[in-house]
């Protein structure tokens, strides 16, 4: 069975600051994929990245940066000199195997950020 | 090109009552799915279609639940009669296909209350 893992509930921090969000995933399958989403307060969920199992390049896209580690099962997410916009509830899921097409999600990590 | 479309926003009912929401995914995606999310978790799948077809419903509660998606473009999620814990938000979201690298494209979901 997969499961994905946001042991931050909830993440507090003023502007500028950097924030790392964390997810760690259990699988047995040797091909799957990691993603992460946005969700704002309005609701739609985003779609923002997504890496496949064998290629654990960390991946940076302007103010986001995201690290992938096999060794310790992680995709974390980092956000650089963080924004009031950057406000909302991210989620780490995961898909692939044998139910490809089926994605688990963690329970989101709801960030902060003060002016 | 148009979102997920899904309707209605929010919608209030008194237990016992049926209730249905309606989805029409982004324009060729052939992958639908409908999520319940529940306030502070991730979104958990109810069902997914592939084409016409439901190929994973494992998750539909099915004595109360049912859903379908007659032309393989739009679908309704129905629930009769509703109980006090289906109180939720329903999501539905769409992909080119079921292949555990599509990323998905949520709607705005609908909110739905039992009183």
């Known amino acids: 069975a997969q499961k994905v893992t946001q042991a931050q509930t909830e993440i507090s921090v003023v502007e500028k600051e950097d924030v790392t969000l964390d997810c760690v995933y259990e699988?047995?399958?040797?091909?799957?994929?990691l993603f992460w989403y946005k969700q704002p307060p309005s609701g739609e969920l985003v779609f923002l990245i997504r890496r496949n199992s064998f290629d654990e390049q960390n991946e940076i896209s302007g103010r986001y940066s995201w690290n992938f580690q096999k060794s310790t099962s992680s995709f974390n997410f980092t956000i650089t000199a963080s924004q009031v916009v950057d406000s909302a509830v991210y989620f780490c899921?995961?898909?692939?195997?044998?139910?490809?097409?089926?994605?688990?999600f963690g329970d989101g990590t709801t960030l902060t950020v003060k002016p | 090109e148009a979102g997920v479309v899904q309707s209605p926003r929010y919608k209030i009912i008194e237990k016992k009552q049926p209730v249905a929401f309606w989805c029409n995914p982004i324009s060729g995606h052939n992958t639908l799915y409908w999520y319940l999310q529940n306030l502070g978790q991730g979104p958990e799948l109810l069902i997914r279609?592939?084409?016409?077809?439901?190929?994973?419903d494992s998750q539909l509660p099915k004595d109360r639940f049912s859903a379908e998606r007659l032309k393989g473009v739009d679908s309704t999620l129905k629930i009769q009669p509703a109980e006090l814990g289906d109180s939720a938000v329903y999501l539905c979201?769409?992909?080119?296909?079921?292949?555990?690298?599509?990323?998905?494209?949520f709607g705005p979901g609908t909110r739905l209350t039992v009183l």
């Open positions: 899921a995961l898909s692939g195997g044998t139910n490809a097409g089926k994605s688990t």
């Open positions: 979201a769409s992909s080119q296909a079921a292949r555990g690298y599509n990323e998905q494209f």
């Open positions: 279609y592939e084409n016409e077809e439901a190929v994973d």
């Open positions: 699988t047995r399958d040797t091909t799957y994929y």
